[in-house]
């Protein structure tokens, strides 16, 4: 969440970017650079599924990016009755994963930051 509040980011994080081009800054910018044997990797890795499955993706190989011309691939099925396939409890386990590897900051704040769904329900 640092990284989303620095200075420097604010254009990428509160402009207002179509879903493809964020897609894609957020492939380029975040989870190209994460790493296998990070002791995070796992929960980043869900959590990049939760953030896809929210608006209602599949989530790619990390480093692509859904773009309009592959979006159709990547979207999931009877998307117009759901606001997110994934059940509640799952959603709720990466987000404490989330908070076990990194406590500064509380499970609803995470929550609150990621998985906006989860507040709704």
């Not at 894609?24 to 990797?41: K, P």
């Amino acid at each position: 969440m640092d990284y989303r509040q620095a200075p420097e980011n604010e254009d990428f994080w509160y402009t207002q970017v179509n879903t493809y081009d964020f897609y894609t800054l957020i492939e380029e910018r975040l989870f190209s650079q994460i790493q296998d044997g990070d002791s995070s990797y796992d929960t980043i890795v869900e959590l990049r599924t939760l953030q896809y499955d929210q608006n209602l993706f599949n989530a790619p190989p990390i480093g692509t990016p859904v773009i309009e011309s592959t979006y159709k691939q990547y979207r999931k099925n009877d998307s117009a009755t759901k606001d997110s396939f994934m059940p509640e409890e799952d959603q709720w386990k990466i987000i404490n994963a989330l908070n076990s590897s990194c406590n500064r900051f509380t499970a609803e704040q995470f929550a609150d930051e990621f998985a906006p769904v989860l507040l709704m329900d």
